[in-house]
């Protein structure tokens, strides 16, 4: 009945009009219909001002919802207080809900947080992680990351700019592409005297997305992998590399991460799920052993590609012949 009133105020019409309009919409009936033949029920409104009242209703009706779910969740921290209560239900604005919201909000169970309860830690406690929300051009991103350059920051930078992909690519525009290299080139521009000797940057990308090809998915041409920081002497053409592994192994050799010893902690917790016998126990055992004899990035990249292939042949010879029940 709120929501009404209100909606009777900024409409300056008669609460039964509002009332008899909204119950229409929530029976579903559409706003050309409502207008034509149900007139007598809502005073003869037109066709805009039902769609205006139709959309302030939504917003008003997520408005109550976001109220109800943020005082129930600063409710369950043990942190609403009578005056914050009060507050957030005088909010009129989404946006005053999310800034009284702010200070109690808690952090999304993020990928992160999942790999350092596995034990990868090293690299994570030298690791600025922050949720920052980006608007309709990813590139805005990159004013973020000029930002951190600029501090005194020592850890890892991770952006992924999904708008070549999503906006550009699939949707085959050359012209937006090319803008947005254009835009990038010079953020990239904005960045790169900021970096210091002990620096390094990486740019990739994990898939070709060519916007001139036909169709709309992805295309298979070669992805570029540029590294580069200013205590470099000289620069040239690196040998291709068939996997990504080689550029995980890289910045964990930068962190100096035992990337070894986090895999014999995950394979500890697996073995322990689904036997000590299991084939793929048995594999990662022999991956672990002669990775950590080889330690070598180009070797580690392929052994992590070929090791889940190994281990899906040897585990079928395994079942044809019966070596492990």
Known sequence: MEIIKVLASEFKKEVWQIENSVALMDEGCTIPFIARYRKEMHGAMDDTTLRNLETRLTYLRNLQNRRDEVKKSIENQGKLTEELKLSVNSAVTLAEVEDLYRPYKQKKRTRAIIAKEKGFEKVLDRTKSEEYE??????????????????????????????????????????????????????????????????????????????????????????????????????????????????????????????????????????????????????????VSIANFTQSSYELGYAFKYMRMLILILTALFDIYGFIS
């Not at 210091?196 to 992805?223: C, F, M, Q, S, W």
């Not at 992998?225 to 964990?252: K, R, Y």
Request: net charge negative.
């Open 134 to 287: 980006i608007g309709a051009k990813d590139l805005s991103t990159l004013d973020r990351v000029i930002e951190i350059a600029k501090e005194d920051f020592t850890g890892l930078c991770f952006v992924n700019l999904v708008d070549f992909d999503a906006l550009w690519g699939h949707r085959r525009d050359v012209v937006g592409y090319a803008g947005e290299i254009e835009k990038f080139d010079e953020k990239l521009g904005e960045l790169l005297p900021l970096l210091r000797e002990d620096d390094l940057l990486i740019l990739t990308a994990d898939h070709g997305n060519d916007p001139t090809y036909t169709g709309t998915d992805h295309t298979r041409e070669k992805v570029p992998f540029v590294a580069w920081s200013p205590s470099m002497q000289e620069g040239g053409l690196l040998p291709e590399q068939d996997t990504f592994a080689v550029i995980g192994a890289t910045i964990a050799k930068n962190f100096n991460v035992d990337i070894m010893g986090n895999i014999e902690l995950l394979l500890g917790d697996f073995a322990i799920q689904v036997g000590w016998l299991c084939p793929d126990v048995i594999l990662y055992m022999a991956f």
